[in-house]
């Protein structure tokens, strides 16, 4: 009986130990800082711009990072204010808008390095 114990035991021990490492590792990447973050505005100068103006925030626009065999997609903010984690690499980005051009259309992410930048759409660009 004394044998049946002490095994209950180890594997109890080991079962919490692999439980506290599962929640560490969660708590570490979700505390993370994200590797791209910004806005989404409408060129100035636009004949269609933004209910609140060219050169106005943008949002909420739907934007898609593909790169590196993989396609993320994320929704601004109604601000046009963003964040988003993304592996090292380099990205093509587009809009969900129809017509719309998006500048810069391609962006390189560092591992471990928060890139800031501002996306400027110009609407009716084809």
Not at 1 to 6: A, I, L, N, V
Not at 32 to 56: I, M
Not at 84 to 106: C, E, F, M, N, Q
Request: with cysteine.
């Amino acid at each position: 009986m004394k044998s049946r114990s002490g095994g209950y035991r180890r594997v109890v021990r080991v079962a919490l130990i692999v439980l506290l490492a599962a929640v560490v590792c969660a708590v570490a990447t979700a505390a993370t800082a994200p590797t791209l973050v910004g806005h989404v505005t409408v060129a100035s100068g636009e004949p269609q711009c933004s209910p609140k103006g060219c050169g106005a925030p943008l949002g909420p626009v739907t934007l898609r990072f593909a790169g590196n065999a993989r396609v993320r997609v994320l929704k601004t903010a109604a601000s046009g204010a963003f964040r988003a984690w993304l592996p090292a690499g380099t990205y093509r980005v587009t809009s969900g808008l129809d017509g719309a051009a998006i500048s810069p259309a391609h962006v390189t992410i560092r591992a471990g390095v928060t890139r800031r930048v501002t996306f400027v759409l110009r609407l009716n660009a084809t």
